[in-house]
């Protein structure tokens, strides 16, 4: 996945001084992704049966439900548009991945988002409250080509979605008279897998222009209640490798644990370039 980062300078990051969690994960993911695009060639090269195919999205989000991620506070529900996301977004990673060999397969999809807020309390004990959060989302499924034709083609699997959150809450101390009250900080991380299964639907429909469905449902319990998604959209091709992607996008997961919740959907169009070899 290609990154739209924006990485506050050490004096900034209430957290830590740096982008730690987007740095452990591009450590991982960006060099996977370069070493699959460049070998991707000489395989295709090798024989016709390889495809690789990478796509850099945007996805213009909207997202609500109820959460309680921080130990010690009630859940709370909450609706934020788009344009809630992008005022207090920090930076952002979002990429999906095919490899088809013959009529086996493999897809994988990175979302992350770091957002922040900054708003004065009532008091009189803290003056400032800065929340941060930081969302990883990974799909990664194996797939089998069951339905092979010029009129469609129809890939089923299965997989893993991955899911972090981790939420860090800052309350800046009150001066009071002389003396100033202590910052307290906040923290808290939870990680889950879900099982899913997935369905991927393509329809050519002339030599430039095709539709795309994909499908999955997961969770049933092993971690998340429940899990699922749902894409449909259209891609334009702009040359051999390149095509314009154009869908909509929707993401649902209900989650509890020992106290923490995460009961979110998050939907919106979603625009990207596809590079396929």
Request: aromatic content about 10%.
């Amino acid at each position: 996945m290609i990154t739209i980062l924006k990485c506050r300078p050490p004096g900034e990051d209430t957290a830590s001084g740096t982008c730690s969690v987007q740095s452990r994960f591009l450590n991982f993911v960006l060099p996977t992704l370069m070493l699959l695009a460049a070998s991707s060639v000489p395989l295709s090269a090798q024989s016709k049966d390889w495809t690789v195919e990478l796509t850099p999205y945007v996805w213009l989000t909207g997202l609500g439900g109820e959460v309680a991620t921080l130990p010690g506070f009630p859940p709370v529900e909450f609706n934020a548009s788009f344009g809630d996301v992008l005022e207090n977004l920090d930076g952002a990673l979002m990429i999906t991945g095919k490899v088809q060999v013959g009529r086996a397969g493999f897809l994988s999809d990175i979302v992350y988002a770091k957002l922040s807020l900054d708003r004065p309390t009532p008091g009189p004990f803290f003056s400032d409250a800065e929340l941060e959060t930081k969302n990883f989302i990974g799909t990664f499924t194996g797939v089998y080509r069951v339905v092979q034709s010029d009129k469609a083609n129809l890939d089923l699997g299965a997989g893993l979605r991955v899911w972090n959150v981790e939420t860090e809450l800052l309350l800046v101390g009150a001066q009071i008279g002389p003396g100033q009250i202590a910052d307290r900080r906040i923290v808290s991380s939870e990680t889950w897998v879900d099982p899913v299964i997935i369905s991927s639907l393509d329809i050519p429909l002339t030599r430039r222009v095709g539709l795309r469905a994909v499908a999955d449902i997961g969770g049933f319990g092993a971690s998340s209640d429940f899990t699922w998604q749902a894409y449909g959209g259209v891609s334009f091709r702009l040359s051999k490798s390149i095509h314009s992607v154009l869908g909509y996008r929707y993401l649902d997961v209900d989650y509890e644990k020992d106290g923490f919740l995460y009961d979110v959907a998050q939907q919106g169009f979603l625009l990207g370039i596809s590079l396929r070899f």
